[in-house]
């Protein structure tokens, strides 16, 4: 049974950093993609951005584009979201996602498993 665990959320300041994590488990997940995406209180589940297992390649949305960074590693299956110069806008539930077999999953139907989301807070 696959399992995906966000930790990392939290209370942060404008411009300050978070790290978000996604456990995954269950299977072999090359040739999955990974997926982050958020949801605000009152809107629509968002694509933030995906890494390709096998490759390592990715995709980012334009809002976190030179902020936010998609990373995984293979020994702990552990996808990781770095986040650096945080605004209040990016304040949202954070999702980790994983799908296969759809060459550019930016759309939240497109993922077959979801963890149960993380808080991420910015405020002064």
């Known amino acids: 049974q696959v399992q995906l665990v966000e930790s990392g959320g939290g209370l942060v300041q404008p411009g300050g950093s978070l790290r978000l994590s996604c456990a995954a488990s269950?299977?072999?997940?090359?040739?999955?993609?990974m997926g982050w995406f958020r949801q605000a209180p009152g809107k629509e589940r968002e694509f933030v951005v995906f890494?390709?297992?096998?490759?390592?390649?990715?995709a980012y949305t334009e809002s976190v584009k030179g902020r936010f960074t998609i990373s995984r590693d293979n020994a702990k299956n552990t996808v990781y979201l770095q986040m650096n110069n945080l605004k209040p806008e990016d304040s949202a539930v954070y999702y980790c996602?994983?799908?296969?077999?759809?060459?550019?999953?930016?759309?939240?139907?497109?993922?077959?498993?979801w963890g149960q989301g993380t808080q991420v807070t910015v405020s002064s």
């Open positions: 996602a994983a799908t296969s077999g759809i060459f550019y999953p930016n759309q939240a139907r497109e993922y077959e498993y």
């Open positions: 890494i390709r297992w096998s490759s390592g390649s990715t």
């Open positions: 269950g299977r072999t997940f090359n040739g999955y993609t």
